[in-house]
């Protein structure tokens, strides 16, 4: 069994700053990739940042510049640092892990329960 804990995000005015961590445990071979994503109210869910076990790190258009993903491979724990945050920031943010969890089966995606950014004056 996995579990994925997520803390932080938070009510920030616009050009503020939050920052969110996310935390993969249990039943863990290998972790492939580590990422954050979004679902804002009345839109699809969308990949905000992700950074895999080599480091190579994607992020989505928007967020380039004000936004960065970093990772300690040893606690398994991802954070995401956001910065000059704008009002469609506001969204739930949900951190996914896929991972391997025995060496001979294949990976799965494990997700948070979610957070709440908002970003209002």
């Known amino acids: 069994q996995v579990q994925i804990e997520e803390s932080g995000g938070g009510l920030v005015q616009p050009g503020g700053s939050l920052g969110l961590s996310c935390t993969a445990s249990g039943k863990i071979f290998t972790i492939v990739a580590m990422g954050w994503y979004r679902r804002a109210p009345g839109k699809q869910r969308e990949l905000v940042a992700s950074?895999?076990?080599?480091?190579?790190?994607n992020y989505e258009d928007s967020v380039k510049g004000r936004f960065t993903i970093s990772r300690d491979n040893a606690k398994n724990t991802v954070f995401l640092q956001m910065n000059s945050l704008k009002p469609e920031d506001t969204a739930v943010y949900y951190c996914?892990?896929?991972?391997?969890?025995?060496?001979?089966?294949?990976?799965?995606?494990?997700w948070g329960q979610g957070t709440q950014v908002t970003v209002s004056s």
């Open positions: 996914n892990a896929r991972l391997y969890t025995d060496m001979r089966g294949s990976f799965a995606d494990y």
């Open positions: 950074i895999n076990s080599g480091g190579g790190i």
